[in-house]
Protein backbone atom coordinates (compact mmCIF):
# COMPACT_ATOMS: atom_id res chain seq x y z
CA UNK A 1 0.00 0.00 0.00
CA UNK A 2 2.92 2.14 0.25
CA UNK A 3 2.33 3.49 -3.31
CA UNK A 4 -0.90 5.66 -1.66
CA UNK A 5 1.43 7.74 -0.10
CA UNK A 6 1.24 11.15 -2.58
CA UNK A 7 -2.24 11.97 -1.51
CA UNK A 8 -3.55 11.92 -4.45
CA UNK A 9 -5.90 9.35 -3.57
CA UNK A 10 -9.30 9.86 -2.30
CA UNK A 11 -11.67 7.11 -1.06
CA UNK A 12 -15.73 7.65 -0.16
CA UNK A 13 -16.85 4.62 1.43
CA UNK A 14 -20.56 3.80 1.51
CA UNK A 15 -22.84 1.59 3.45
CA UNK A 16 -20.59 -0.97 4.92
CA UNK A 17 -20.78 -4.39 7.02
CA UNK A 18 -22.26 -3.67 10.23
CA UNK A 19 -18.99 -3.60 12.64
CA UNK A 20 -15.59 -1.59 12.34
CA UNK A 21 -14.58 -3.31 8.92
CA UNK A 22 -14.93 0.25 7.17
CA UNK A 23 -13.22 1.81 9.62
CA UNK A 24 -10.18 0.01 10.15
CA UNK A 25 -9.75 -0.62 6.60
CA UNK A 26 -9.78 3.76 5.98
CA UNK A 27 -7.50 3.68 8.90
CA UNK A 28 -4.59 1.64 7.01
CA UNK A 29 -5.82 3.17 3.74
CA UNK A 30 -4.48 6.65 5.81
CA UNK A 31 -1.61 4.96 7.32
CA UNK A 32 -0.60 4.47 3.06
CA UNK A 33 -1.33 8.23 2.31
CA UNK A 34 -4.64 8.32 1.36
CA UNK A 35 -7.90 10.68 2.10
CA UNK A 36 -11.02 8.66 3.33
CA UNK A 37 -14.34 9.74 3.43
CA UNK A 38 -17.92 8.25 5.24
CA UNK A 39 -21.14 9.04 3.34
CA UNK A 40 -23.47 7.88 6.30
CA UNK A 41 -27.81 7.20 5.87
CA UNK A 42 -28.39 6.08 9.04
CA UNK A 43 -26.94 6.57 12.88
CA UNK A 44 -25.86 2.88 12.43
CA UNK A 45 -23.72 3.90 10.18
CA UNK A 46 -22.27 6.55 11.83
CA UNK A 47 -21.69 4.56 14.86
CA UNK A 48 -18.80 2.85 13.70
CA UNK A 49 -16.95 5.54 11.99
CA UNK A 50 -13.99 7.84 12.65
CA UNK A 51 -12.86 10.04 12.73
CA UNK A 52 -16.63 12.73 12.41
CA UNK A 53 -15.13 15.37 10.69
CA UNK A 54 -14.43 12.55 7.59
CA UNK A 55 -18.21 12.31 7.99
CA UNK A 56 -21.04 13.09 5.73
CA UNK A 57 -24.23 12.39 6.56
CA UNK A 58 -27.12 11.87 4.00
CA UNK A 59 -29.83 13.52 5.17
CA UNK A 60 -31.97 14.05 2.48
CA UNK A 61 -34.63 12.24 0.38
CA UNK A 62 -33.53 9.71 -1.64
CA UNK A 63 -34.29 11.29 -5.13
CA UNK A 64 -31.43 14.27 -4.01
CA UNK A 65 -28.71 11.30 -3.80
CA UNK A 66 -27.54 11.17 -7.28
CA UNK A 67 -27.03 15.09 -7.36
CA UNK A 68 -25.42 14.86 -4.12
CA UNK A 69 -23.48 12.38 -4.67
CA UNK A 70 -21.64 14.05 -7.76
CA UNK A 71 -21.28 17.03 -5.50
CA UNK A 72 -19.08 14.87 -3.03
CA UNK A 73 -16.96 13.20 -5.70
CA UNK A 74 -16.66 16.42 -7.03
CA UNK A 75 -15.62 18.83 -3.88
CA UNK A 76 -13.48 16.23 -2.34
CA UNK A 77 -11.72 14.75 -5.75
CA UNK A 78 -12.23 10.87 -4.87
CA UNK A 79 -10.32 8.81 -6.69
CA UNK A 80 -11.54 5.68 -5.32
CA UNK A 81 -15.53 4.36 -4.30
CA UNK A 82 -15.44 1.36 -1.50
CA UNK A 83 -19.11 0.27 -0.98
CA UNK A 84 -20.62 -3.21 0.40
CA UNK A 85 -22.96 -4.81 -1.99
CA UNK A 86 -23.53 -3.68 -5.22
CA UNK A 87 -27.24 -4.13 -5.84
CA UNK A 88 -28.85 -1.66 -3.00
CA UNK A 89 -30.45 1.53 -4.55
CA UNK A 90 -27.77 4.21 -3.83
CA UNK A 91 -25.18 1.86 -4.08
CA UNK A 92 -26.44 1.42 -7.79
CA UNK A 93 -27.21 4.74 -8.35
CA UNK A 94 -23.41 5.67 -7.10
CA UNK A 95 -21.78 3.07 -9.26
CA UNK A 96 -23.40 4.52 -12.65
CA UNK A 97 -21.95 7.91 -11.83
CA UNK A 98 -18.41 6.74 -10.45
CA UNK A 99 -17.98 4.47 -13.70
CA UNK A 100 -18.79 7.60 -15.76
CA UNK A 101 -16.31 9.14 -14.08
CA UNK A 102 -13.45 6.72 -14.19
CA UNK A 103 -13.43 6.54 -10.63
CA UNK A 104 -12.07 3.15 -9.39
CA UNK A 105 -14.83 0.77 -7.73
CA UNK A 106 -14.51 -1.57 -5.07
CA UNK A 107 -17.06 -4.09 -3.42
CA UNK A 108 -17.03 -5.69 -0.73
CA UNK A 109 -19.33 -8.46 0.13
CA UNK A 110 -20.79 -11.53 1.94
CA UNK A 111 -18.57 -14.54 0.93
CA UNK A 112 -20.17 -16.20 -2.17
CA UNK A 113 -18.83 -19.96 -1.03
CA UNK A 114 -17.85 -19.42 2.42
CA UNK A 115 -20.69 -17.42 4.76
CA UNK A 116 -17.89 -16.10 7.47
CA UNK A 117 -15.97 -14.59 4.70
CA UNK A 118 -15.73 -10.90 2.93
CA UNK A 119 -15.10 -11.26 -0.97
CA UNK A 120 -13.69 -8.20 -2.67
CA UNK A 121 -13.89 -7.32 -6.38
CA UNK A 122 -13.07 -4.85 -8.88
CA UNK A 123 -16.43 -2.82 -10.21
CA UNK A 124 -19.66 -5.26 -9.08
CA UNK A 125 -20.17 -8.64 -7.51
CA UNK A 126 -23.04 -10.72 -7.34
CA UNK A 127 -24.73 -11.17 -10.80
CA UNK A 128 -22.76 -9.13 -11.97
CA UNK A 129 -19.49 -9.96 -11.12
CA UNK A 130 -16.83 -11.24 -13.90
CA UNK A 131 -17.04 -14.37 -12.93
CA UNK A 132 -20.52 -14.51 -14.36
CA UNK A 133 -18.89 -14.75 -18.16
CA UNK A 134 -16.40 -17.84 -16.63
CA UNK A 135 -17.10 -21.13 -17.03
CA UNK A 136 -16.74 -23.30 -13.97
CA UNK A 137 -13.64 -25.24 -15.92
CA UNK A 138 -12.24 -21.46 -16.54
CA UNK A 139 -12.47 -20.78 -13.00
CA UNK A 140 -10.72 -24.47 -12.12
CA UNK A 141 -7.77 -23.67 -14.14
CA UNK A 142 -7.27 -20.27 -12.82
CA UNK A 143 -7.43 -21.81 -9.41
CA UNK A 144 -4.89 -24.24 -10.82
CA UNK A 145 -2.26 -21.23 -10.70
CA UNK A 146 -3.10 -20.34 -7.17
CA UNK A 147 -0.61 -20.58 -3.97
CA UNK A 148 -3.75 -19.79 -1.96
CA UNK A 149 -3.85 -21.76 1.37
CA UNK A 150 -7.28 -21.93 2.53
CA UNK A 151 -7.41 -20.92 6.51
CA UNK A 152 -9.74 -23.07 8.56
CA UNK A 153 -12.93 -21.33 9.57
CA UNK A 154 -13.55 -19.44 12.94
CA UNK A 155 -15.36 -21.06 15.51
CA UNK A 156 -17.92 -18.57 14.99
CA UNK A 157 -19.24 -16.29 11.55
CA UNK A 158 -18.21 -12.96 12.95
CA UNK A 159 -18.87 -11.02 15.66
CA UNK A 160 -22.35 -10.75 16.98
CA UNK A 161 -21.77 -8.02 19.27
CA UNK A 162 -21.67 -5.46 16.44
CA UNK A 163 -25.06 -6.69 15.01
CA UNK A 164 -26.77 -6.64 18.72
CA UNK A 165 -25.40 -3.02 18.93
CA UNK A 166 -26.26 -1.86 15.18
CA UNK A 167 -30.01 -3.53 15.73
CA UNK A 168 -30.05 -1.72 19.26
CA UNK A 169 -28.93 1.94 17.92
CA UNK A 170 -31.98 1.61 15.02
CA UNK A 171 -34.48 0.48 17.19
CA UNK A 172 -33.61 3.16 19.49
CA UNK A 173 -33.39 5.81 16.69
CA UNK A 174 -36.40 4.93 15.18
CA UNK A 175 -38.27 5.49 18.40
CA UNK A 176 -37.81 8.38 18.56
CA UNK A 177 -38.00 9.52 15.02
CA UNK A 178 -34.93 9.48 13.85
CA UNK A 179 -35.00 7.32 10.72
CA UNK A 180 -37.56 7.77 7.85
CA UNK A 181 -37.72 4.10 6.02
CA UNK A 182 -38.65 3.95 2.68
CA UNK A 183 -39.22 1.36 0.21
CA UNK A 184 -36.26 -0.29 -1.70
CA UNK A 185 -34.09 -1.07 1.37
CA UNK A 186 -32.94 2.23 1.72
CA UNK A 187 -32.97 4.13 5.42
CA UNK A 188 -32.33 7.94 5.31
CA UNK A 189 -31.61 10.20 8.32
CA UNK A 190 -33.94 13.06 9.24
CA UNK A 191 -33.36 15.90 12.10
CA UNK A 192 -35.37 14.75 15.22
CA UNK A 193 -37.56 17.74 15.53
Same mark, same amino acid.
Given at each position: MNNLRNDK /???VFLQGPHGPFFAQLAKMLRH *?? *??? =??????RGDQAFWSPMSDYIAFRHD /?? *?WPETFER? $?? !??HVTDLVLYGDTRAIHAQA =? !??AKARGIKIHVFEEGYLRPYWVTYERNESN? /?? +? %? #?? #?? $?QEMQDALKHSDLEVPLPPSHWGDTRHHVFYGYLTS %?? +?SRNFLLY %? +????ALVLDAQ
Open positions: /HCF *AG *ARC =IRVGFN /HS *AI $LT !EH =I !EIG /HS +R %L #MD #MT $L %LF +R %L +RNDT
